[in-house]
């Protein structure tokens, strides 16, 4: 059975600049989970351990492949938009940031609801201005 204790830590480990460890950890532990809620989750974090943009769309379509929690919605669809962004598919990121938008009325008052929807205004501003790099305030940052 796993652990959340061994997500957190892994998660740490991606925040703290050790990458590889962390996809390494993170993919085992996907690997090894049974339940799609988990799943959700450690795809979503193993998508901010991605190098490279195409492999992180790829992590972030199976979270949203394997979501059955609502609450998740908006940042997966906010990471999507990002993803499809950077890959410079302006209509795809547009379809996304309209997803998470339509998310937004469930989302929680107080700092995650905060990150959510400046993290929409940052990713709508950067396709508007017709960005493809990744942003300081990236989502998956």
Do not use: F, K
């Amino acid at each position: 059975m796993m652990h959340l204790e061994e997500i957190t830590a892994a998660v740490e480990l991606g925040r703290t600049g050790d990458r590889e460890a962390a996809r390494q950890q993170l993919t085992d532990l996907w690997n090894a989970a049974q339940d799609p809620q988990t799943r959700c989750a450690i795809a979503h974090y193993l998508a901010d351990v991605q190098d490279e943009t195409e492999d992180e769309l790829r992590w972030d379509l199976q979270a949203l492949e394997d979501v059955e929690d609502d609450g998740w919605l908006p940042s997966l669809h906010l990471n999507l938009a990002d993803d499809y962004r950077r890959l410079g598919q302006v209509e795809l990121a547009q379809e996304q940031l309209a997803a998470a938008r339509a998310h937004l009325p469930g989302l929680p008052d107080g700092a995650y609801g905060e990150v959510i929807r400046a993290g929409l205004e940052h990713v709508a501003e950067a396709l508007a201005a017709g960005s493809v790099q990744r942003l300081e305030t990236s989502p998956s940052s």
